[in-house]
């Protein structure tokens, strides 16, 4: 006689990476707080039952977007700093994030400037969440620039880290607004002048 095995419970009917792939645009576009559980679902294709099975929650969801996010980018910047000198490391991050943030596979902008600079106050863990983003990008900026023996003189690592940061976020806010890659790279050239001119 037959004796089919116990039932483990359904298999999932979607791929996760392929519906964070989908969240991710959805809170890219509207932020967390304009992101609504029925724009997610939709985009998804899922059910809310099957997100919450899955995710736990919208936090939960967004947080899992912003990892997969933070890792791909955070291995671009490691990527372009990865150059024998600071002029090199420097011009590769800031042209290959001008770039990214106006490439077509994706909506214009960065997802940790619009997921959500300002939340309601009972969605300041995001903004909170998002800040330590950006801020380890900074720190990896002033790791390699701090190893450096080709600064330029009397230019402190720390503050070269976060004039790139503070353009990259400038760019992503100009991109967002229908600024193109070309006009991010004139900004690039002009930054790239402080570096070149003698001191």
């Known amino acids: 006689m037959r004796t089919d095995p116990p039932a483990t419970g359904r298999p999932r009917a979607f791929d996760e990476d392929t ?52 890792d791909k980018r955070i291995a671009e910047v490691r990527a372009a700093l990865d150059r024998p000198t600071t002029y090199a490391a420097i011009e590769a991050f800031l042209r290959s994030s001008a770039a990214g943030l106006t490439a077509a596979t994706h909506p214009p902008g960065c997802l940790t ?16 969440v998002l800040a330590a983003a950006r801020a380890a990008t900074e720190d990896a900026l002033e790791q390699r620039l701090s190893r450096a023996d080709d ?24 991109a967002a607004s229908g600024a193109t890659c070309d006009d991010l790279q004139a900004s690039v050239d002009i930054a790239l002048l402080t570096l070149s001119a003698p001191r």
């Not at 519906?19 to 679902?41: I, M, Q």
């Not at 619009?114 to 995001?126: D, K, M, S, T």
């Not at 330029?152 to 100009?174: E, I, K, N, Q, T």
Request: proline share 3%; net charge positive.
């Open 151 to 174: 600064l330029p003189g009397g230019m402190d690592a720390r503050a070269l880290a976060r004039f790139a940061m503070a353009l990259s976020a400038g760019h992503a806010v100009h």
């Open 113 to 128: 400037i619009q997921g959500g600079l300002a939340c309601a106050p009972e969605n300041a863990a995001i903004t909170e």
């Open 19 to 70: 519906v964070l792939d989908r969240a991710t645009e959805v809170f890219w576009r509207h932020g967390y707080d304009g992101a609504s559980l029925t724009a997610l679902t939709a985009a998804m294709g899922i059910n809310r039952p099957s997100l919450y099975a899955t995710f736990g929650s919208k936090e939960q969801l967004f947080q899992r977007v912003l990892a997969r996010y933070h």
